[in-house]
């Protein structure tokens, strides 16, 4: 039986995810910052560098980001339970918004209005996406060794410039990270 201070955590959990998937608009990097504003900045429930490993995983894990982040910080924040109710906060809105819109998809597809108040919606979801993009490279450069940051750009450029898909620069990234612990263990050894 769970304690009330157990139930008062998941029920926070639950409606945390869920204010973030109803009034997220532009995908996982968008839920993402909210989610690390709501759970590192005002509970206080994930440190900073845990969020970014979190956010790291859902992104290379198959399946849409918001949902894998929601796994990951439901978890760790309530165990099983917390998975349980995080993933039904954030999945919610998403499936009763469709479900209405699909009842009136012909009306919205021909609706001018409605066509003008998504575009409007494109550029604020890219200032959103660039915002996460910047909060993220800001705590990484501030939290990790220059190599890291190295990565970072060498990621960006290897995507944008190059086309490199994604899955290679995953797989380089987990190389380059395992030969750097490697690293550093033998250096800590020969000291």
């Known amino acids: 039986m769970k304690t009330k201070s157990q139930r008062s955590k998941l029920w926070t959990l639950f409606?945390?995810?869920l204010y973030i998937s109803t009034f997220?608009?532009?995908g996982g990097f968008v839920i993402v910052n909210f989610?690390?504003?709501?759970?590192?900045e005002k509970l206080g429930w994930?440190?900073?560098?845990?969020?970014?490993?979190l956010i790291a995983i859902a992104q290379s894990s198959p399946g849409a980001i918001a949902v894998n982040a929601s796994i990951l910080v439901g978890q760790r924040v309530a165990g099983f339970p917390g998975m349980a109710v995080s993933v039904l906060g954030t999945i919610?809105?998403?499936m009763i918004i469709l479900t209405g819109i699909s009842f009136f998809y012909e009306a919205f597809a021909t609706n001018k209005y409605v066509n003008l108040m998504l575009k409007g919606m494109q550029a604020g979801v890219a200032a959103l996406i660039l915002d996460?993009?910047?909060d993220l490279t800001i705590n990484l450069s501030k939290r990790q060794r220059p190599i890291h940051v190295l990565m970072l750009a060498a990621a960006f450029i290897a995507t944008f410039l190059f086309k490199v898909n994604v899955v290679f620069i995953i797989l380089a990234a987990a190389l380059?990270?395992?030969?750097l612990n490697f690293w550093d263990?033998?250096?800590?050894?020969?000291l």
Do not use: Q
Request: without cysteine; proline residues 6%; charged residues 30%.
């Open 35 to 40: 989610m690390r504003k709501a759970f590192v």
């Open 92 to 94: 919610l809105p998403p």
């Open 132 to 134: 996460v993009v910047f």
């Open 24 to 26: 997220t608009f532009g």
């Open 46 to 53: 994930i440190d900073e560098d845990e969020m970014l490993d």
């Open 15 to 17: 409606i945390n995810m």
């Open 185 to 190: 263990r033998k250096r800590v050894l020969l």
């Open 176 to 179: 380059i990270g395992i030969i």
